[in-house]
């Protein structure tokens, strides 16, 4: 499912920044990987889910057998991928085997006799190997419907994915898909249709098409893309409170001109998937200080005290709401950024700032040749620094001295 790569990509580049475990950071990239090779559309769209099924087989696609392995790699190489993956002559499902990683590189390369580098190197190559030799089976059904929600979690992901990583393919795959959903997903009126499959979009949206969207839009601004996305991101919002907001309390779930219904809902706990207005309320604090405004910051915090006695009565049932509180109760980390893109300079302040895992922060950025960004109030007055770009660390809008040198960016950061 696109939800789940998304949340789970989201899980473990936060693991990264805090831990600077190298495993987290590969999977991480592997997730987002997978998403960027299978399940986005040439269009841009993300595709919602692919099949676990094959020629009326559940995993048929994804197993293999011992004797497959052999036959596909060297016996060197089919030794130390059976070992390090569990691959056996019995299986470890239905005779067949899942790979999974039993061992880490270090104790597998301890237990063939090579080193880890040699280790690693082989089973990338293996890997490669059986990737091109799958890709001959009958692949599982793929559902490629474009769910406007599901992609705005993906965007969130993949932005996110290329701040932490700097990988500019994540950065291209955000962009690609926002555009997208943008264009093909936007209804004439300029609301949101809710999903889209072979040029045909239809359905209204629903308050978590909203929130998904504008929180990956925003999230696609910080991490480097557009201005344009920050201001697509405050229309989006524009228009989720004319359709969802009755003035107090949670928002809607369904729009002001949906299809009635007995009861018209709204809720509060985590499911599957964030909960729709403690994203909506994440949204409005966000836009609060990008935009300077207070008004958006209390209409979120009351959207979530609405559910306020039940929080406190079942707290891991609001995650999520709990996650915007701490935001809005806290006084975020302002980052702002003045540099020319694709500069030496810019990349090692941006690559300086990705080491560190800041949960409670806004950033925002500038390039001095293409200020479409410059009415940003944290943006206003900002500079380079003798013609080098800046990184200027703040806490409501009052900023210490900028910084040029990446390796500064530690204390400046710890500082405020």
Not at 38 to 58: H, L, N, P, V
Not at 63 to 90: C, G, H, M
Not at 302 to 322: K, V
Not at 360 to 372: F, G, K, L, T
Request: with cysteine.
């Amino acid at each position: 499912m696109l939800y789940d790569n998304a949340a789970l990509a989201r899980v473990y580049l936060e693991a990264y920044q805090a831990t600077h475990d190298l495993e987290y950071r590969r999977v991480a990239c592997e997730t987002l990987d997978y998403v960027v090779r299978e399940m986005q559309d040439a269009g841009g769209g993300y595709y919602c889910a692919t099949d676990a099924d094959s020629e009326g087989e559940e995993g048929k696609f994804f197993v293999w057998t011992l004797d497959e392995i052999q036959a596909l790699l060297d016996p060197t190489s089919a030794k130390a991928f059976a070992l390090f993956y569990d691959v056996t002559a019995q299986g470890n499902w239905e005779g067949k085997n899942v790979l999974h990683r039993s061992r880490t590189v270090a104790q597998a390369a301890t237990e063939i006799g090579c080193t880890p580098e040699a280790l690693q190197g082989r089973l990338e190559a293996a890997r490669e190997n059986l990737y091109h030799a799958r890709r001959a089976r009958v692949p599982p059904l793929l559902d490629d419907k474009v769910i406007t929600a599901w992609n705005g979690l993906m965007i969130g992901a993949m932005a996110e994915g290329f701040r932490v990583l700097r990988d500019p393919r994540y950065l291209q795959s955000a962009e690609s898909a926002a555009r997208f959903v943008l264009s093909a997903l936007r209804r004439p009126d300029g609301g949101l249709f809710r999903t889209a499959r072979a040029g045909r979009a239809h359905l209204p949206g629903c308050l978590d098409d909203y929130a998904y969207l504008a929180d990956g839009l925003i999230t696609l601004f910080e991490a480097g893309g557009s201005a344009e996305f920050l201001a697509e991101a405050q229309r989006v919002v524009e228009r989720g409170l004319r359709d969802f907001d009755d003035g107090h309390g949670a928002f809607f779930t369904t729009a002001r001109d949906h299809e009635t219904l007995f009861a018209r809902p709204r809720e509060g706990q985590d499911g599957a998937l964030p909960n729709p207005n403690a994203v909506f309320a994440r949204v409005l604090a966000r836009l609060a200080r990008h935009y300077d405004r207070d008004d958006l910051a209390q209409r979120a915090r009351a959207a979530l005290m609405a559910y306020g006695t039940l929080i406190e009565q079942a707290p891991r049932a609001f995650a999520t709401s709990l996650d915007v509180l701490d935001f809005l109760e806290s006084t975020p980390l302002e980052l702002a950024l003045v540099g020319r893109r694709g500069t030496p300079d810019r990349e090692a302040l941006e690559r300086a700032v990705a080491e560190h895992y800041l949960p409670n922060r806004v950033c925002a950025h500038i390039d001095p040749d293409q200020p479409e960004a410059a009415d940003l109030p944290l943006l206003r007055g900002k500079t380079l620094v003798r013609e080098r770009a800046a990184l200027y660390v703040c806490r409501n809008y009052a900023c210490a001295a900028p910084v040029t040198d990446p390796g500064a960016a530690a204390a400046a950061l710890a500082a405020r």
